[in-house]
């Protein structure tokens, strides 16, 4: 059976909605001359890349989708700074290569991965195995390996940063996520850990935590934002409130969905589970 179209989730309620003014400006030169921002055609990852563009650090950005990677990257050059790109698939096995080789002489101070798409929406006994492990190369195994490449010489450096991008669906299960889940809980831990690992050489670590966040990505699935009471995250504002809590990891959850993700650990279980798979429900339009 092949897999459905990718699905986020989140299911948060709205309390209250924060905004970012546009003459907000920090410098992110810290983290410079070079930032790789894997994800960075659309949505978050453009946003990740404008924001340090305009605060003059050069760029690699690497997506599956040529066209707006090439618009972000022309928009981010117009800022004045220097960006390559890469249009790959970063589940194939030569992805990692591909970009260490554009990368090569570089001084790559931040990574930032946002490539974490659950690519393979399917209840877990109605796909094969090969498509699920699609989804842990992405969010496991490529993600490790550009951590461990760009990581080692940040290390060294006693400066640098990076960024992982999470997914609030890492803190419970839920139908058709079994795997995103799992994996998305293993780059929250894994963040936790590696932070612990640098913070003695000056490293920021710290994985960005997202819920509902209104990306062409999340459009294309037909998310229903319209649901009563749903907070719905912009991309400009969670992208520049991540990097400006890029120092304070090992976690931030982002869009003012702390509240929420504190429920989400609850120890009654079943609770929590079945009533975010409530709300998803809802958010997806399938509620009866």
């Known amino acids: 059976m092949r897999c459905g179209a990718a699905v986020p989730i989140s299911g948060t ?47 690699v950005l690497v997506a599956r989708k040529l066209e707006p990677l ?24 030569s992805a990692v290569a591909e970009l260490t080789s554009l990368t090569e002489g570089l001084e790559v101070g931040l990574l930032i991965y946002n490539a974490g798409a659950n690519t393979c929406s399917a209840e877990f006994l109605d796909a094969e195995l090969a498509d699920f492990q699609k989804v842990v190369d992405l969010n496991v195994t490529t993600m490790m390996a550009l951590v461990q490449h760009y990581g080692r010489p940040m290390r060294e450096r006693r400066r640098g940063g990076i960024l992982l991008v999470g997914s609030m ?36 670590v710290v994985e960005l935590v997202l819920g509902v966040t209104r990306t062409p990505a999340m459009e294309r699935v037909g998310l229903n934002f319209d649901v009563p009471g749903m907070r719905v995250a912009e991309p400009a504002d969670v992208a520049r409130e991540g990097l400006d809590h890029l120092a304070d990891g090992p976690v931030h959850v982002a869009g003012g969905n702390a509240e929420d993700v504190a ?26």
């Not at 090439?70 to 096995?93: F, I, N, Q, Y």
């Open 13 to 59: 309620t709205a309390t209250a909605q924060s905004s970012t003014s546009d003459d907000h400006r920090v410098s992110y030169a810290k983290y410079g001359p070079w930032a790789v921002v894997a994800g960075g055609s659309e949505g978050v990852g453009a946003e990740f890349a404008r924001l340090l563009a305009g605060s003059g650090v050069n760029l």
């Open 70 to 93: 090439e618009k972000t990257a022309a928009d981010c050059r117009e800022l004045g700074v220097e960006v390559r790109t890469l249009a790959t698939d970063l589940v194939d096995s």
């Open 169 to 204: 669906a890492g803190y419970l299960g839920s139908v058709r996520h079994t795997v995103y889940g799992g994996v998305k809980a293993y780059g929250r831990i894994f963040a936790e850990g590696l932070w612990l690992e640098l913070r003695e050489y000056n490293v920021d």
């Open 263 to 288: 429920r989400r650990s609850d120890p009654d279980r079943p609770k929590v589970v079945a009533g975010a798979h409530r709300m998803m429900q809802r958010l997806m339009g399938l509620a009866k």
